[in-house]
């Protein structure tokens, strides 16, 4: 079993920055797909950023390419997402997520992942 924990979210200004974590416990989480997903209420959980094994590939949503960054740090277990130049459409709750077994199904989707954080809030102002 694997457990995340997101951080790092809270309240910013549009074209303000946060930088999330996702610390994982349980197994190390090298071999993983990890990604991030944002939901916001009465929609579906949205694809944002994901990097695959061993951190060699990164994938973007188009509405965050260019502004948001994923990168994954293998020694302490852990995933960040940095924004950047926020807007209020990216107001959201942020999902961290790692998967392994999925491997026929794209990043980009929630089937690829069989272990999700609770969510951490991200509110940007306008």
């Known amino acids: 079993q694997v457990q995340l924990v997101e951080s790092g979210g809270g309240l910013v200004q549009a074209g303000g920055s946060l930088r999330l974590s996702c610390a994982a416990s349980?197994?190390?989480?090298?071999?993983?797909?990890t990604g991030w997903f944002r939901q916001v209420p009465g929609k579906e959980r949205e694809f944002v950023a994901a990097t695959g094994h061993f951190s060699g590939t990164t994938y973007y949503a188009d509405s965050v390419k260019g502004r948001f960054t994923i990168s994954r740090d293998n020694a302490k277990n852990t995933v960040y997402l940095q924004m950047h130049s926020l807007k209020p459409e990216d107001t959201a709750v942020y999902y961290c997520?790692?998967?392994?077994?999925?491997?026929?199904?794209?990043?980009?989707?929630?089937?690829?992942?069989?272990?999700w954080g609770q969510g951490t809030q991200v509110t940007v102002s306008s």
């Open positions: 349980g197994r190390t989480i090298r071999t993983y797909v």
């Open positions: 997520a790692a998967g392994l077994y999925q491997q026929n199904k794209p990043v980009t989707t929630t089937q690829r992942y069989e272990y």
